[in-house]
């Protein structure tokens, strides 16, 4: 339970600017992409994490699901407001995982957007009301936490 408090404390905070939490300049790489930034409702997009090693030895992350995978998030541009995940924050269970990245390679989490217009489709997209949006990630790893820059979405 303190775990899920603290992230949702650093998720909000984080929400707020547009800084890395920690170095960028170590062998991971974070990144979010958008396939199209600008959508209509009922168009859809996809949104792509990436956890990168970019150093020449292999890196292994271990702790939760919710530590060692690229999260991501998607704030309201004008509030700030996490939309996604519902509630703000991840809800992950306590299992000891590891994930280990050789040199060039990636970890890779998914999103399907859709732009919605109420009510809200039951699909498996992610349904965004018009507006404008920031999408970003974050890897909560103790050795090494990380943001990606955020991207703008918007839907039409």
Not at 102 to 115: D, I, Q, S
Not at 132 to 152: C, D, G, K, M, T
Request: hydrophobic share 45%; charged share 15%.
């Amino acid at each position: 339970m303190r775990l899920a408090a603290s992230m949702l404390g650093l998720a909000s905070a984080l929400a707020a600017c547009d800084v890395g939490v920690g170095p960028q300049n170590g062998p991971l790489r974070l990144t979010v992409t958008v396939a199209r930034s600008v959508i209509a409702v009922g168009d859809t997009t996809t949104v792509t994490a990436t956890l990168r090693n970019l150093g020449a030895d292999s890196v292994t992350l271990t702790g939760g699901v919710c530590q060692i995978r690229p999260l991501p998030y998607v704030a309201a541009e004008a509030s700030r407001e996490i939309i996604y995940p519902k509630g703000g924050d991840w809800i992950c269970i306590e299992v000891l995982t590891r994930l280990t990245l050789a040199p060039g390679a990636e970890e890779r989490r998914t999103l399907v957007v859709t732009g919605a217009a109420p009510p809200v489709p039951l699909d498996m997209a992610v349904p965004l009301g018009r507006g404008e949006y920031r999408i970003y990630a974050v890897l909560n790893s103790p050795e090494f936490p990380l943001r990606a820059e955020s991207v703008l979405l918007t839907v039409r």
